[in-house]
C-alpha cells in the first residue's frame, strides 16, 4: 500500500561523476514516468515505460542520461559524467492504466552537482 | 508538441478570500487538464482534475473550469486557508500521449 519510493532522497556529485536514481512505483502500475523539476519550475518530462518498454524518451537532455526498466518494475534512471545543470530534482511517477490514469510521484532525489 | 503556461506566478490572499490561477495550452488535441499541489520539499499531489468532455468540475472548496475554445482553464479555491499555502501547478495530455506538460507553477501564499 506504499506510494512511489524514490532513493537516495538527496544525492551530492562531483562534476564528471556517474549517478544512479532509484524509483520503486506503486505495486501493479504499469506505467512509469521520470520527470526532471528544475528550482522554481515545473516538472519537465524525461521518459516513459509501459512494463519494461521504453515507449517514449524524447525528453531526455543528452545520450548521458539513461533509464531502464528491465522486469516492470523498479527502475533506474542513470546519469553519466554529471554537469552542474544537470542539479534538479528527479521525480517519478507511476499509473496504474495507460488511459486517463493521475500519476502519483515520489518525494524525488535532489541531485546536487558540484 | 504542447505548451502549457500558468499565470499568475505568485498569489498572495486574504485568509477566507478566493484565489484563481489560470491556466492556457496550446495542443487542441489535449483532452486531460490536471492541478497539483506541492508543498515545500514534498511531492506533487493531484487535488483536482477535468476532462474535455465537461466544463467545469467541483469538490468542496476546489473547482476546475475548462473552456475547450479559448485553450484555457482555472483553479478556483474558495474560503481559503492558510493550509492552502503551497506551490500550484497545471497540467495538460491528449489521451493518445502518455506525456504531461506542467505549467511552471504558482506560489499561493495565504495571508492570515
Known amino acids: 500500500g506504499a506510494g512511489v519510493s524514490q532513493s537516495p532522497r538527496y544525492k551530492v556529485a562531483k562534476r564528471g561523476q556517474d549517478v544512479a536514481l532509484r524509483c520503486d512505483p506503486i505495486?501493479?502500475?504499469?506505467?512509469l514516468f521520470w520527470y526532471q523539476q528544475a528550482l522554481g519550475q515545473g516538472p519537465e518530462f524525461l521518459t516513459y515505460f509501459q512494463n519494461e518498454a521504453q515507449l517514449d524518451k524524447s525528453g531526455l537532455p543528452s545520450d548521458r542520461f539513461f533509464a531502464e526498466r528491465p522486469e516492470g518494475s523498479v527502475s533506474t534512471l542513470k546519469i553519466q559524467r554529471t554537469q552542474q545543470e544537470d542539479s534538479a530534482v528527479y521525480l517519478c511517477?507511476?499509473?496504474?492504466?495507460?488511459?486517463?490514469?493521475?500519476?502519483?510521484f515520489g518525494n524525488g532525489t535532489r541531485l546536487t552537482v558540484t | 508538441g504542447e505548451n502549457v503556461e500558468q499565470h499568475p506566478s505568485t498569489l498572495s490572499v486574504q485568509e477566507g478570500d478566493s484565489a484563481v490561477i489560470k491556466c492556457t495550452y496550446s495542443d487542441s488535441a489535449s483532452n486531460y487538464f490536471p492541478w497539483y499541489k506541492q508543498e515545500l520539499g514534498k511531492r506533487p499531489q493531484l487535488i483536482i482534475d477535468i476532462r474535455s468532455n465537461v466544463g467545469e468540475k467541483k469538490d468542496q472548496r476546489i473547482a476546475v473550469t475548462l473552456n475547450k475554445t479559448a485553450k484555457h482553464f482555472s483553479l478556483h479555491i474558495t474560503e481559503t486557508q492558510p493550509e492552502d499555502s503551497a506551490v500550484y501547478f497545471c497540467?495538460?495530455?491528449?489521451?493518445?500521449?502518455?506525456?504531461?506538460?506542467f505549467g511552471t507553477g504558482t506560489r499561493l501564499t495565504i495571508i492570515p
Open positions: 505495486s501493479g502500475h504499469v506505467s
Open positions: 497540467a495538460a495530455k491528449d489521451f493518445g500521449n502518455e506525456k504531461l506538460t
Open positions: 511517477a507511476s499509473t496504474r492504466r495507460r488511459v486517463g490514469s493521475p500519476l502519483h
